[in-house]
């Protein structure tokens, strides 16, 4: 039986502040994210404040490969 991967990926600039992001917010505590404890705060942030499909996902084999991407 084939396995399909799905990856949501984010990715954060720590010398980038992520003020001028849709999904900051000042509860947050932090505008740069220097830390994986705030990566995820980031993207759980992201994820509240967006429908699924506002994102894109890519699908990957068992072996790594792209298979789609939506």
Request: glycine share 2%; net charge negative; charged share 25%.
């Amino acid at each position: 039986m084939a396995k399909h991967i799905v990856r949501l990926e984010f990715v954060y600039d720590s010398e980038k502040s992520i003020e001028d992001y849709p999904c900051w917010n000042p509860d947050l505590g932090f505008t740069h994210v220097t830390t994986p404890e705030q990566a995820i705060l980031a993207a759980q942030s992201e994820l509240e404040t967006f429908n699924a499909t506002e994102f894109t996902f890519n699908v990957y084999d068992e072996d790594g490969e792209l298979l789609k991407t939506e």
